[in-house]
């Protein structure tokens, strides 16, 4: 009798467990290859990243699930698609999976706060990676992402050296995203301090996009034909620069990125982008999970974990 209610409970802890990886969108229904299989013990986070169709967010799922198998966490990863509505709905579908934790990368800084409260309701701890919660509602226990101030600083950096000590320069920004605010801060008071005679003519929200950012730069440059640098704000934003720039034949203006992509790296090799400043996506991953595995383990985590930021330029492409 022990014995067959013993089978009777393992058959229905299979059956739940296999009915806690349904529904969602195809790339958040199971873990990514390679993840560890979950045993009876191990504890599921779920994952809702703004776009996966990034490659800096495909880096930045690798390294949460590289050392989620150390842990034998299972990972369950859905992508938000821009879309503020979709992410509610993906944070309250992970609250009626009763994941352990949840990490999230808003589309919307100021709209994420009522999901969060929803989450911490739940009594299911919340983190944010890369992008932070802006709004004043809901706790986040930390905060996993690069040091985005200094990043702009390094992207300044690298913009006085491409454009000398004077002339005009563009920004194609995203203003609504923690991350760009605080990396756009850093690269004015980067530009301020290194090249104060370098001046910003145009600072154009692009959304983030590499058509929209194509078409900005195609209008900046017409407004202004002595433009000496543009910076993208992430590397669909410079990419989509370059785009415009190459259509245009103006072959002088300087392009800085931000994120230091695959793409990225050849547009840099091939002489199409200056430099950018480099962030660590496997890094922030990486460290998230190791945030959440110290939480689940009593111990005490910082409120913000950063990241520093570094240079890709043409010397580093023929290393």
Do not use: W
């Not at 983190?127 to 985005?148: L, P």
């Not at 563009?170 to 370098?198: H, W, Y």
């Amino acid at each position: 009798m022990k014995k067959s209610a013993l089978l009777i409970a393992a058959a229905s802890a299979a059956l739940l467990a296999a009915c806690s990886s349904g529904g969602g969108s195809k790339s958040a229904q199971s873990s990514a290859p390679g993840a560890a299989p979950a045993g009876p013990a191990a504890k599921t986070i779920g994952v809702s990243i703004q776009d996966l169709e990034a490659q800096f967010y495909q880096q930045m799922e690798a390294g949460m699930q590289a050392e989620a198998k150390k842990y034998n966490y299972r990972l369950i990863f859905v992508d938000a698609n821009r879309d503020s509505a979709k992410q509610q709905s993906q944070v309250e579908d992970f609250i009626s999976k009763r994941v352990d934790a949840m990490v999230l990368t808003p589309y919307d800084s100021q709209a994420i706060g009522s999901a969060i409260v929803e989450a911490n309701n739940a009594n299911i701890p919340v983190f944010t990676a890369d992008i932070a919660n802006a709004s004043n509602r809901g706790k986040v226990i930390a905060h996993i992402a690069s040091n985005n101030v200094q990043g702009g600083e390094t992207a300044a950096s690298l913009m006085c050296k491409a454009v000398g000590s004077s002339g005009s320069i563009a920004i194609l920004d995203e203003p609504e995203v923690t991350s760009v605010q605080e990396r756009v801060k850093g690269f004015k008071m980067g530009i301020a301090q290194n090249c104060p005679k370098v001046k910003v003519v145009a600072d154009v929200d692009s959304g983030g996009t590499r058509d929209k950012a194509n078409s900005d730069m195609s209008d900046i440059l017409q407004a202004h034909n002595d433009l000496k640098g543009v910076f993208g704000v992430n590397d669909d934003s410079a990419l989509g620069a370059v785009t415009a720039i190459r259509a245009a034949g103006a072959s002088n203006v300087a392009v800085v990125g931000y994120d230091a992509t695959p793409e990225a790296r050849t547009a840099i090799a091939n002489g199409q982008m200056y430099g950018d400043a480099i962030q660590y996506p496997d890094k922030i991953g990486a460290l998230t999970i190791d945030a959440i595995h110290n939480y689940f383990n009593g111990k005490k985590v910082p409120a913000r974990v950063q990241v520093p930021v570094g240079t890709y330029t043409k010397a580093n492409a023929t290393k």
